[in-house]
């Protein structure tokens, strides 16, 4: 199927319903002195609101987001929505960008111009690649699947669409969260995958166990994590439609759910959001999720992971062969475990440790996404 050109065109009824939600949103009571220590800090979330209802404009952001070339393409049984731009290097190479929960297209909008066209950007046009940025099935201005979909079922739509629908044989693939799954998927058994790169574990060989002192201690380490901050996790691994009836009828809860993980996930600087994101950047975000009524079929994928096989089962042991870069970066719920266990799932040929950094990479410190991909293309050239 061909692709078609989609433009964002969210009717100004959707915005007002929303801001009216918005507007009679009743605040909860929160423990004296808590902060952040119980979940998304109260002081934090008025002021948010406050700019949301006063000073925040969707069509601003929307204006500025379909300065970027949009599409859809029916792929198998739904409708893909990507941005696809083409790079302006002879040499460039095609690079699907999939991103995660609570994540949208939106991560990569500082990020797509840069390495589709980098001279204009003070780099060079051989580094220049073929970007598609799909919105993953059920977020964003994707379709939404009939049931839950695991990351491997979303790995062959990707494949589809880079292959079927856009004639690229050979391309490139990188990912964060969910997308770090997908990509791991795509890297394992995508027709058209040359080499991955990842800024987050997603890839997980059955029946690899830690086997040195450092591994088992990392290990032990992301345990007392995760049993701290995985809560969201149980919850929309298990009942997603359960927390979808709250969601559904509260734009501030919503905003509340994503930005606690903004927070959590990101390296601030004294723990402040607007050290590295604008109030803009956090609420279009949440916006996307709001305008196209995909908080609830988003969390879904959580419970795909357990119960959409997405192909036969794989043999223990077995490892992605595909050339792959790490682009670890320090603060994360999931931080790359060492080397030697990276290894143990994954080719790795690239690893890039940063100073700085945490879950949304391409937002957090674009440039060091942009120069690490681009690196990454010039180390696997000889794939194409």
């Known amino acids: 199927m061909s692709a078609t050109?989609?433009?964002?065109e969210i009717p100004q009824t959707t915005i007002n319903k929303i801001m009216d939600r918005v507007r009679a949103f009743e605040w909860p009571d929160a423990p004296e002195g808590g902060g952040w220590a119980y979940g998304t800090e109260l002081k934090t979330m008025k002021e948010i609101v406050d700019y949301w209802l006063h000073g925040y404009?969707?069509?601003?952001?929307?204006?500025?987001?379909?300065?970027?070339?949009?599409?859809?393409?029916?792929?198998?049984?739904?409708?893909?929505?990507?941005?696809?731009?083409?790079?302006?290097?002879?040499?460039?190479?095609?690079l699907i960008i999939s991103h995660g929960w609570p994540g949208?297209?939106?991560?990569?909008m500082s990020v797509i111009e840069p390495l589709a066209q980098p001279q204009k950007f003070g780099g060079s046009k051989d580094d220049a690649f073929d970007v598609v940025v799909p919105s993953l099935p059920g977020?964003?201005?994707?379709?939404?699947?009939?049931?839950?979909?695991?990351?491997?079922?979303?790995?062959?739509?990707?494949?589809?669409?880079?292959?079927g629908t856009l004639g690229y044989p050979r391309y490139l693939a990188q990912g964060g969260d969910w997308g770090s799954s997908i990509t791991g998927w795509l890297g394992y058994e995508g027709r058209g995958c040359q080499a991955i790169h990842l800024n987050?574990?997603?890839?997980r060989s059955p029946g690899v166990m830690p086997e040195t002192e450092e591994e088992k201690v990392d290990a032990a380490k992301f345990t007392a994590s995760f049993e701290a901050e995985g809560a969201?996790?149980?919850?929309?691994?298990?009942?997603?439609?359960?927390?979808?009836?709250?969601?559904?009828?509260?734009p501030v809860g919503a905003a509340a759910w994503i930005i606690e993980k903004f927070k959590g996930w990101s390296d601030l600087d004294n723990g402040q959001l607007e050290s590295?994101?604008?109030k803009d950047q956090l609420l279009t975000n949440v916006m996307i999720y709001l305008v196209t009524r995909t908080f609830g079929t988003a969390t879904w994928m959580y419970r795909g992971l357990f119960e959409d096989p997405g192909g036969k089962p794989i043999p223990a042991g077995s490892r992605v062969r595909k050339p792959t870069a790490i682009a670890r970066f320090p603060v994360d719920l999931i931080p790359f475990p060492p080397r030697s266990m990276v290894e143990k799932h994954l080719n790795v040929v690239r690893w890039t440790e940063?100073?700085?950094?945490?879950?949304?990479?391409?937002?957090?410190?674009?440039?060091?996404f942009i120069e690490d991909v681009r690196a990454f293309g010039r180390d696997v050239n000889g794939v194409f």
């Open 5 to 8: 050109p989609f433009k964002i």
């Open 57 to 94: 404009d969707w069509y601003r952001e929307q204006d500025a987001i379909n300065q970027l070339p949009h599409f859809k393409a029916q792929v198998r049984d739904l409708d893909i929505h990507f941005i696809h731009i083409k790079g302006s290097g002879e040499k460039r190479r095609p």
């Open 104 to 108: 949208s297209f939106y991560e990569f």
């Open 139 to 163: 977020y964003g201005f994707s379709g939404k699947p009939a049931k839950p979909m695991s990351p491997r079922t979303v790995a062959h739509y990707f494949d589809e669409l880079m292959v």
């Open 200 to 203: 987050m574990l997603g890839w």
């Open 232 to 250: 969201y996790f149980r919850l929309q691994s298990t009942k997603p439609l359960t927390l979808s009836y709250g969601m559904m009828d509260s």
């Open 276 to 278: 590295v994101y604008t």
């Open 354 to 368: 940063f100073a700085r950094g945490g879950h949304f990479a391409a937002m957090e410190r674009p440039r060091d």
